[in-house]
């Protein structure tokens, strides 16, 4: 069963689950697309790949509206696992759902097992569902939700590309994705054994490649978002292209390289791996995948423990000087795009408090030197003296 038949849910779930064997059972508040992956009983999913494109068709699959509490229920009981995918804020909505389940399950099949996968941007989410789905547990399956439920969180690093109307029009159930195909899932966290999914990857701890996805992926993903934004290109492979914006992007993600070696002792290797097979993600030119798309939401962006403000503290943290992630930040400050509500609610608090500000209060920067290389850079790029140049 997978909560949420958005993007991830059909895009990236519904494909590994699809290839590893599994029928599927999307469950969604949207009655269109239930109605839609009903009468069809399959979606076509598209993989672009710098090679070109594959299209596939994920069938043998039903779904159930979001409403349908008995059907969801009935289901669940001979369900061994679960994927969420509907967003951290709806996260806490699917307490009732699963605990009603997981009732039945301690019931009806007491020697059974259940594994739920989180597939959410949330750190702690297991304990967030956790505290959930216990206020709605009856006490005999107190037991069967301790020893036999596995609350399992992931890091979800498939980039969706966007839909044109012309081609949602034509293919209302389309999704349109990258192949990379890789979820770490916390090992640990499995009860009755780890299910038999093709692109799990099973890690002892997720907090390092929480960190990597965040510091590395998300942080240079900005980077190119940011400065192609200034130098007034529209997709992110062609900011990568500039040869200016790649020597900030190399010294952004090298900095951010050295601190999490030093921090989570990874493997070189793996490490290395992963970077230059993100390289070559970003540079995917079937994915159209925008400045605007990349680098929406920067108030949210420049957060504390966030991709930008998070990086420069975790560099700090272990003596790196964070020079190209400063710079980040600086363009990160400057975007105003306008159709982009959160870039216009960050530039009026620039406007009547200042950069300063922002640093101090929204980004809970405090080191004065880091602060005023910010600065620095921010206004070169505002006067146009310190920004690349796109030719």
Not at 29 to 54: D, R, T
Request: aromatic share 10%.
């Amino acid at each position: 069963m997978i909560f949420g038949a958005g993007q991830i849910g059909r895009g990236f779930i519904g494909d590994i689950c699809h290839s590893s064997g599994y029928h599927l059972v999307f469950v969604d508040v949207v009655e269109e697309i239930v109605a839609m992956l009903n009468e069809k009983k399959e979606y076509p999913l598209w993989l672009l790949a710098n090679e070109g494109k594959v299209e596939r068709k994920i069938t043998g699959i039903s779904a159930i509206c979001f409403s349908e509490k008995d059907k969801i229920s009935d289901v669940l009981v001979e369900t061994s696992i679960a994927f969420t995918a509907v967003g951290a804020n709806n996260l806490g909505l699917l307490a009732p759902l699963l605990s009603d389940g997981i009732n039945r399950k301690a019931r009806e099949l007491p020697d059974s097992y259940f594994n739920v996968v989180i597939c959410e941007n949330l750190l702690g989410s297991s304990e967030v569902l956790k505290k959930e789905i216990e206020r709605y547990l009856l006490p005999d399956a107190l037991s069967f939700f301790n020893e036999r439920t596995g609350l399992v969180e992931s890091v979800v690093s498939r980039m969706v590309a966007p839909l044109s109307d012309d081609i949602r029009k034509k293919y209302p159930l389309l999704v349109t994705v990258e192949p990379y195909n890789i979820l770490p899932v916390e090992k640990k966290k499995f009860r009755g054994g780890i299910p038999p999914i093709k692109g799990l990857y099973p890690v002892e701890e997720l907090l390092p490649y929480e960190e990597l996805k965040l510091f590395i992926h998300n942080l240079s993903h900005a980077c190119l978002a940011y400065m192609g934004y200034i130098n007034g290109y529209t997709y992110i492979w062609e900011a990568l292209e500039d040869p200016r914006i790649r020597k900030i992007f190399d010294g952004v993600v090298n900095e951010a390289r050295s601190a999490l070696i030093k921090k989570h002792h990874f493997d070189i290797s793996e490490i290395d791996g992963y970077i230059n097979d993100l390289i070559d993600r970003f540079g995917n030119r079937l994915l159209n995948d925008t400045v605007f798309r990349v680098g929406r939401d920067p108030l949210r962006k420049i957060g504390h423990n966030d991709r930008i403000a998070g990086a420069i503290r975790l560099c700090l943290s272990y003596g790196i000087y964070p020079e190209n992630i400063c710079l980040v930040m600086a363009a990160c400050l400057c975007y105003n795009y306008p159709d982009d509500s959160s870039a216009l609610e960050m530039q009026d608090i620039i406007r009547t408090k200042g950069i300063e500000y922002v640093l101090k209060e929204i980004s809970c920067i405090t080191d004065k030197d880091i602060i005023e290389r910010i600065r620095r850079y921010y206004e070169g790029l505002k006067n146009e003296g310190s920004s690349p140049k796109k030719t």
